[in-house]
């Protein structure tokens, strides 16, 4: 195994938990279980141990802990190729940036729904028109009596079809400069007008989605912090999005595999930069979060991170090319689930080309 450092009780645990699911074949570590791999039960599971919301404060269902330990957690979950997707995306980003700028009644209604699995959490920000141009949204939120409507069309939204919740950016404003006017929202996914439909991938698999919103009623309090500060807001929560693991060890799984081949091809050489590539990665994760730790959005350390960790994941797969026998590389494999999804490696949550851009433009400040 290539994550040795051991820092303690709560790795351990994580260890224990997913090894007892594998050996009792409840579920099969597969590459890019953050995204593919659902299921409600061990999110549960995790939930009873407090380790979804773990790092909120104990009033909203947290457990109070820091986000270094939490990322002690979700190493160990994304290592095991365990099935996480059910919580994965409410826990990294959406209750924190409810826990940031939510109100109290907000995070009382939400918060403890997410850290106990019941509330999931779908991410309604891509549109047809504006992907890496986020501002672009056209989706547009009108103030009627008691809240507002909402009108416009998501896309790629990963998990819409099983999530109880949707975060939707939308504009409330028609504004000249298209980074004003915007806002943030929690809609219930079970509000009238809401329709989801499935965008089938290159793999045959289903999980994302297209969802129409047809004019549909958000009561006033779901609106996440301030009127038109939703930009400011949403540029936040993508370094949360941005900076964690998953941006690394979407095919962890598939490493695993290649060192324990028995006839491993590979010069000594090739996995030493492997394995020091991956410290380096692991570095920066923890970089990332010390810095949310403190308080702060790191977006260019988050930036930095998914750049160079979406190059990692698809430098495994290259690996794994030359180290596997074709049999091992077959319909089904883990070779053939990391190579099938690494398309969208460096497109979600922010294109490869649009990083350099945060990036560069860190470096051009005094
Ligand atoms: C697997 C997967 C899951 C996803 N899940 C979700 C989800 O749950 N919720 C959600 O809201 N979205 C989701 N997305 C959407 C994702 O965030 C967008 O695809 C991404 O932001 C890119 O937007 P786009 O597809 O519109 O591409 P475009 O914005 O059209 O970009 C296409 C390409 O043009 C180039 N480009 C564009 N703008 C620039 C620029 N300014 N500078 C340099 N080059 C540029 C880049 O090379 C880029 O790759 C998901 C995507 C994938 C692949």
Request: net charge neutral.
């Amino acid at each position: 195994m290539v994550i040795t450092q051991v820092s303690g009780t709560l790795r351990d645990d994580v260890r224990d938990l997913t090894r007892r699911w594998r050996d009792e074949g409840r579920f099969v570590p597969r590459c890019d279980s953050w995204v593919r791999s659902f299921d409600l039960a061990f999110s549960k599971e995790l939930a009873d141990r407090g380790l979804i919301g773990m790092t909120w404060p104990t009033e909203f269902g947290g457990a109070a802990r820091t986000n270094v330990e939490r990322l002690e957690v979700t190493e160990e979950l994304l290592r095991a190729g365990a099935p996480v997707a059910a919580h994965w995306i409410a826990d990294r980003q959406i209750g924190p940036a409810i826990l940031r700028h939510g109100s109290r009644a907000l995070q009382q209604e939400i918060l403890p729904g997410i850290a106990s699995a019941d509330y999931l959490f779908c991410l309604g920000m891509s549109e047809p028109e504006a992907g890496s141009d986020l501002a672009s949204v056209r989706t547009f939120a009108t103030r009627v009596d008691g809240g507002w409507t909402i009108k416009g069309r998501k896309i790629w939204t990963s998990g819409a079809h099983r999530a109880t919740h949707a975060y939707v950016l939308a504009r409330t404003e028609r504004c000249e400069k298209k980074h004003k006017g915007l806002s943030e929202f929690v809609v219930d996914m079970d509000s009238p007008g809401i329709e989801v439909s499935p965008i089938v991938d290159m793999s045959g698999e289903h999980h994302f989605n297209e969802v129409l919103f047809d004019n549909v009623f958000v009561p006033s309090h779901r609106l996440i912090g301030t009127e038109g500060n939703g930009w400011r807001q949403v540029v936040e929560q993508l370094s949360f999005e941005r900076g964690g693991p998953e941006r690394v060890l979407s095919t962890y799984p598939l490493l695993v595999e290649i060192l324990a081949s028995p006839e491993l091809g590979l010069s000594r050489e090739e996995l030493g930069r492997i394995v020091a590539r991956l410290a380096v990665l692991r570095r920066l994760c923890r970089l990332v979060a010390q810095e949310l730790d403190r308080g702060c959005a790191p977006m260019q350390e988050a930036a930095t991170l998914k750049l160079l960790g979406n190059t990692f994941e698809r430098d495994v797969i290259e690996l794994a090319r030359s180290a596997l026998s074709a049999r091992d590389r077959g319909l089904g494999s883990s070779f053939a689930q990391a190579l099938l999804a690494s398309p969208g490696f460096s497109i979600r949550g922010g294109a490869a080309d649009v990083l350099l851009s945060i990036i560069a433009k860190q470096e051009a400040q005094p």
